[in-house]
């Protein structure tokens, strides 16, 4: 039994090819941050505090997704800005079922993923539930944007360990500095490949 795991850095593209991945190889996909605008729009949060507790329910709600298929020996794909403090809870799971983690991590230029970052998080189109909060809770009237520097953008990029996750299994890294060069069917291929090694039942199919 295997599964798949989207992983890495903010601003990536993950979501984005996880949901591909999903449609093109039809595999059940879930995202933490599905899961996290779904609870944000019910429950919300009006403090830091609240939020972190609504990313770790999110959290617990993804690792369910997760078992159900598990228990009933499927294959799936995750999404995820996986970090140091994912990886224990996430490999028991694994572990237990005899699951073969393969981890697509997406990596890149950090000043890049910075100006995205940014960008995307003073996007209107932006869910609340993720957006950067300098005020709790939201005013109406919300202040200048202000955003953190490129310095504590990295520092906590490193402190997090979104880029060098690993869960055991394979993992392969994509370079996403430039959208245009990532081959979503070499991701594929390489996929494929993983599948064809003796690691893995030879009747399970991808």
Known sequence: MYCILVAGMPASGKSTFAAWLSREKHLPCMSKDQIKELLFDIVGFRSRQEKVALGTAAEKILYAFAQTHL???LPFILENNFEDSSREGLVSLLEKY??????VLFDGDIEVLYQRFILRDQSPPRHRGHVVNTQYP???EPAPYCPMSLEDFRWGMEARGFARFHPGGAVFRVDCTDFSRVDYSAIVQQIEEILRKDTLRKDEKF
């Open 98 to 103: 005899g699951c073969f983690p393969i981890t």
């Open 138 to 140: 939201e005013a109406s």
């Open 71 to 73: 228990a009933a020996g």
